[in-house]
């Protein structure tokens, strides 16, 4: 029998102690001292507003804070927009509202009211009212009891607790005898949420939930008819640049794909004897810039050596691996403006000779000479408009553009978004920067030029010493030579004519001018390259 009794007794008393937590019915007991609690009562307004009030339970000197988030994702990059109003606190605290959150600091016992609106959405046939009930709170909830009421009765509950994103439901959720919804959860951990979802019929309410894009950077990336309009517009043209490009450049795929023989440019005069004569009058400096656009070192020691074989400079071999150009004639008007300006950079006025040493320790400006060269091939007619001038213009558009796309893309993405139509913007200015070495198009001219140097460069592969008489090989040789530097053929050229002999007429002191001419072009080349202006590159391939 003191068994039986004892065994009553320990029943007892644990139901004393669970009495401490759950009452009849399933209503919360007092929460534990010292702890957080919250009561939330909901109420259903007939305008769809669901009005709130929260008993909050704070122990003394202690302060907690909450921050309720207004938008919650619901898939397919949308969110959920939740406003709330009306917002005040009876007791010690305060409360702040966002677009984006809603926040509140308590101490002691407040009761906390606001209206929501946006969570009456429709689901199918029916209504759902959904609310984080509690969520975002900085402290641990001993417990957070939950009731709601509507117009009608509702029609099911879904509670869940825990981490945003689980679903764990809640320790208790149901109908409350059908008259409203009732739920409660024991120990909520710091920024865990109770997320409440409660059905009704239709037509208890009007839906007022607020579906949107989500915000963001996701958001304001993501295609809309605005944005895929600019897209449109930009791939439209940069089709249409390409096409373009794909027009002017065209003329010159041509010229360079086509078969070309080797050009006419041995000629015979009154005497029979046989000269060269380059196509279309062409000069060396000309035909490296037509090639490659550029006006390059090589296009000037080209030119230099031109002009000795045309006998307005002299280059002879000095002792100490040295040579010596000298002014043979003075310059006259058949020359053209560049070829002046490459005699007058290497002789000045008043100067009739110089050595190569001494050009290596002398400042050499070649400015001047880019300018000329590039406005002799636009007066020819070989290009609209100087071609350093086209592709500087097109970079810095492209460079401009790009800068503009990628403000406008910020601006877009953290203001009414569709950021895509700035990053379309930036892409085409990237784009326009990197397709501006393209730019300088020859003409239809120029592209014509372009076949006869190749035309060239076939003769200087082709041509043999047995195709000119003995007495002319000198001459031929000579005036052949600036043009083989330039295409990047001298080699082929010097074994070709087989130039052992003693000195040429207008070069002097050679002991072996296979050997020197091609240190003297070394030595040319590296003093040109140190003047800047011009880019240090050799033999253009058309």
């Known amino acids: ?10 029943a007892a008393a644990a ?20 702890t957080v609690s919250t009561e939330v009562r909901m109420k259903l307004e007939r305008d769809a507003r669901l009005s709130v009030t929260e008993t909050v339970q704070v122990p003394d000197g202690k302060t907690v804070k909450r921050t309720v988030p207004l938008r919650l994702a619901v898939g397919n990059e949308l969110e959920r927009q939740y406003q709330v109003t009306d917002a005040k ?3 010690k605290g305060s409360t702040s509202t966002t677009d984006d959150t809603f926040s509140v600091e308590l101490q002691g016992t407040s009761t906390l009211t606001y209206t929501v609106v946006g969570a009456v959405a429709p689901v199918g046939d029916t209504l759902e ?17 939950v009731s709601f009421s509507a117009p009608d009765s509702p029609t099911s509950v879904n509670c869940l607790a825990g981490p945003v994103g689980s679903s764990q439901p809640c320790t208790s959720a149901d109908l409350a005898d059908g008259k409203g919804v009732r739920a409660q959860e024991i120990k909520l951990a710091p920024e865990e949420r109770i997320d409440i979802a409660i059905g009704l019929s239709a037509g208890v309410v009007p839906p007022n939930a607020v579906v949107v894009e989500q915000s963001g950077l996701a958001a304001a990336f993501a295609l809309t008819p605005i944005s895929a309009t600019a897209l449109g517009a930009l791939l439209v043209l940069l089709l249409g640049g390409v096409a373009l490009l794909w027009y002017l450049r065209g003329r010159d795929a041509a010229a360079l794909a086509s078969d070309v023989g080797a050009v006419t440019v041995l000629v015979r005069d009154e005497q029979n004897r046989v000269a060269f004569a380059s196509p279309d009058g062409v000069l060396p400096g000309q035909v490296g810039t037509v090639v490659d656009e550029h ?30 150009i000298v002014r043979r004639n003075p310059l006259d008007a058949s020359l053209s403006g560049y070829e002046r300006a490459v005699a007058e950079a290497l002789l000045p006025a008043g100067t009739e000779a110089v050595s190569v040493s001494e050009l ?3 400042q050499i400006d070649l400015a001047a000479v880019r300018d000329e060269l590039y406005a002799d091939v636009v007066e020819k007619r070989w290009f609209v408009r ?29 203001t009414v978004g569709n950021a895509l139509f700035g990053l379309a913007v930036a892409i085409g200015g990237v784009a326009l920067a990197l397709g501006a070495r393209s730019m300088p198009a020859r003409t239809k001219r120029g592209s014509e030029l372009l076949e006869h140097v190749r035309g060239l ?8 010493p047995q195709d000119v008489p003995e007495a002319d090989r000198e001459l031929v040789f000579s005036r052949s030579l600036p043009y083989a530097v330039v295409l990047g053929e001298t080699e082929r050229w010097l074994t070709t004519f087989g130039q052992s002999q003693q000195d040429l007429y207008w070069y002097g002191n050679a002991t072996d001018f296979r050997r020197s001419f091609p240190a003297f072009l070394g030595a040319l080349d590296g003093v040109l390259a140190q003047a800047g202006h011009l880019r240090s590159l050799r033999a253009p391939n058309p």
Not at 15 to 34: H, N
């Open 360 to 362: 290596r320790g002398r």
């Open 1 to 10: 029998m003191l068994k039986n009794w004892g065994a009553a007794i320990f």
């Open 295 to 324: 006006v390059d070192v090589v296009d000037v020691t080209a030119t230099v050596i031109d002009l000795a074989v045309r006998n307005y400079l002299w280059i002879t071999e000095t002792e100490g691996h040295d040579w010596q």
């Open 129 to 145: 009212v959904r609310w984080q009930v509690a969520g975002g709170w900085d402290a641990e909830l001993d417990k957070v009891a």
């Open 457 to 464: 460069r076939g003769y200087l592969h082709g041509v043999t």
């Open 386 to 414: 100087r071609p350093d001038a086209e592709r500087t213009k097109f970079w810095w558009a492209g460079i401009g553009l790009a800068v503009v796309g990628v403000v406008a893309t910020v601006a877009l993405a953290f």
């Open 89 to 91: 606190v009876d007791g």
């Open 15 to 34: 139901l004393t102690s669970v009495g401490s937590v759950v009452t009849a019915g399933g209503a919360l007991a007092q929460p534990l001292p010292g």
